[in-house]
């Protein structure tokens, strides 16, 4: 069982140079000079919940050819068995092209979560993860380096990954550190 999602678009900013201070001790102030480029970076991510293994892949879109380019990649790293892909029902899974591709392939199930249940989804638990490793604090000029943060991140998580457990552990029961006695 696989667990697939699209996180995106992640956008490549360009931030001004800081401004300096002037020698009076007053800072400069500058123009914003701010702008998002046209090159967006959707990232394709798949995890495998048996062991907590992840496959990500980056692209330029979110459409149906890109989704079935991820879908082989998803079935390259799992070459025995079935393969149920649990996802949403966005077009590009459901489209006409994608359909043709699945009959092509019938060790690759679909199985779609219901309508407002994403948290059915394994996979955006991981985003989160993802998003803490790769995309925090970054500032990135283009998509040749989200793809390298995505490479990166997903080899570092990867390395320490464990099998994904749908739900929240149960509390710690809490031992009492004072138990008082009431003589009368």
């Not at 907590?52 to 879908?71: D, H, I, K, P």
Request: with cysteine.
């Amino acid at each position: 069982m696989v667990c697939a999602d699209e996180l995106g678009p992640v956008i490549p900013r360009t931030f001004p140079p800081a401004p300096g201070w002037s020698p009076d001790g007053h800072r400069i102030k500058s123009e914003v000079d701010y702008g998002r480029g046209p090159e967006k970076t959707w990232v394709y991510g798949a995890l495998r919940v048996r062991d907590g293994q992840q496959v990500t892949m980056t692209a330029s879109s979110r459409n149906s050819a890109f989704y079935q380019q991820f879908l082989q990649k998803i079935e390259a790293a799992n070459p025995t068995g079935d393969i149920y892909v649990v996802t949403d029902n966005l077009s590009s899974h459901n489209s006409l092209s994608t359909r043709t591709w699945l009959e092509d392939h019938p060790r690759i199930r679909h199985v779609i979560i219901p309508v407002g249940a994403c948290w059915l989804n394994l996979q955006e638990g991981w985003w989160r993860i993802f998003r803490k490793a790769a995309l925090a604090g970054q500032s990135f000029a283009g998509p040749p380096e989200i793809e390298q943060a995505t490479r990166l991140a997903t080899s570092q998580l990867n390395a320490r990954a464990r099998p994904w457990i749908w739900g929240r552990p149960a509390p710690p029961t809490r031992r009492l550190r004072r138990r008082y006695l009431y003589i009368l």
